[in-house]
């Protein structure tokens, strides 16, 4: 996956994988949506398998534990696809 995408870029594609996954509306998943509120433990590591498939990268345990939130996601993938950790 390119580091080229754009923060947009990378939302629709976060939101589509978790409405997808969780069988929701993509107008139901927003940056401020919680995983923990949205899904459980099971889905959320599922969601995180997913996310490195879609943009080919690593999510430890330990990162995955740190994303809250759609918006920690997504801020975590842009991070990671620009080559900081």
Same mark, same amino acid.
């Not at 994988?17 to 995983?35: C, P």
């Given at each position: *996956? #390119?580091? &080229?995408?754009?923060? #947009?870029?990378?939302?629709?594609?976060?939101?589509?994988?978790? =409405? %997808? !996954?969780?069988?929701?509306?993509? +107008? %139901?998943?927003?940056? =401020? &949506?919680? $995983? /923990?509120?949205?899904? /459980?433990?099971? %889905?959320?590591?599922?969601? *995180? *398998?997913?996310?490195?498939?879609?943009?080919?990268? #690593?999510? +430890? %345990?330990? =990162?995955? #534990?740190?994303?809250?939130?759609?918006?920690?996601?997504?801020? $975590?993938? !842009? @991070? +990671?696809? =620009?080559?900081? @950790?």
């Amino acid at each position: *996956m #390119s580091a &080229s995408l754009s923060e #947009s870029e990378i939302e629709a594609k976060v939101v589509e994988a978790i =409405a %997808d !996954q969780l069988g929701v509306a993509r +107008t %139901d998943v927003t940056r =401020a &949506s919680e $995983f /923990d509120k949205i899904c /459980d433990s099971l %889905d959320k590591a599922e969601l *995180m *398998m997913e996310f490195e498939d879609l943009f080919e990268i #690593s999510i +430890t %345990d330990e =990162a995955a #534990s740190k994303l809250t939130t759609v918006a920690d996601a997504i801020e $975590f993938i !842009q @991070r +990671t696809l =620009a080559g900081g @950790r």
